[in-house]
């Protein structure tokens, strides 16, 4: 997966390269580097994932990408870096259950500008919604200890889940089991 998502990236990259002379085309180079080996490679490496480009905004004349990572947990993330913050858009199938005070981030439209969203996807905060939030980020450090800690949140979340179901499916058989003896013993 790690080097498809790399080629998607770089290829893009390629395409919709700066020319040199821009103050900020040497960020824009490292925010696509960060992505490939920041979060896909360290963050992602134990994950089936897909990265694509889904739109596209415009930070300090640069043509920047809004990417779309789908892990095959059920989580989406929707993401933006504009060379002052990151927007990052959160979808679970699961709710997450996280510590993020470690973190100040803002959560508010008003702050959140989510360039190059969808409006679909600009969602509120995460202290409404377990399963669906936004949040922006001040930094690249930040946005990598949120997805550390909602990895983390996640994975547990689904393991919880992943018990409960098996609980709930021993609790049916065992049901079955007895309701047959119970009828059994009718006999």
């Not at 996280?98 to 905060?125: I, S």
Request: hydrophobic share 40%; with cysteine.
């Amino acid at each position: 997966m790690c080097e498809k998502a790399h080629q998607v990236l770089w290829d893009w990259a390629k395409a919709n390269k700066p020319s040199e002379i821009m103050i900020w085309a040497k960020d824009f180079e490292r925010q696509i580097e960060y992505v490939c080996d920041t979060i896909a490679l360290q963050l992602l490496r134990n994950y089936k994932y897909t990265v694509t480009i889904i739109s596209t905004h415009i930070s300090k004349s640069i043509k920047l990408p809004v990417y779309s990572i789908k892990v095959e947990n059920g989580l989406t993330l929707i993401m933006r870096g504009n060379f002052h913050d990151w927007n990052i858009s959160v979808k679970s199938r699961l709710p997450i259950r996280a510590d993020f005070t470690c973190l100040r981030f803002f959560t508010d439209k008003e702050t959140c500008f989510c360039q190059g969203f969808p409006e679909n996807l600009k969602f509120g905060q995460y202290a409404k919604d377990k399963k669906e939030f936004t949040v922006c980020l001040a930094n690249e450090y930040e946005t990598y200890t949120f997805l550390c800690l909602l990895f983390k949140a996640f994975n547990e979340s689904k393991k919880a889940f992943t018990e409960a179901k098996v609980s709930e499916k021993i609790f049916l058989k065992r049901q079955k089991h007895l309701a047959r003896l119970e009828g059994q013993n009718k006999k």
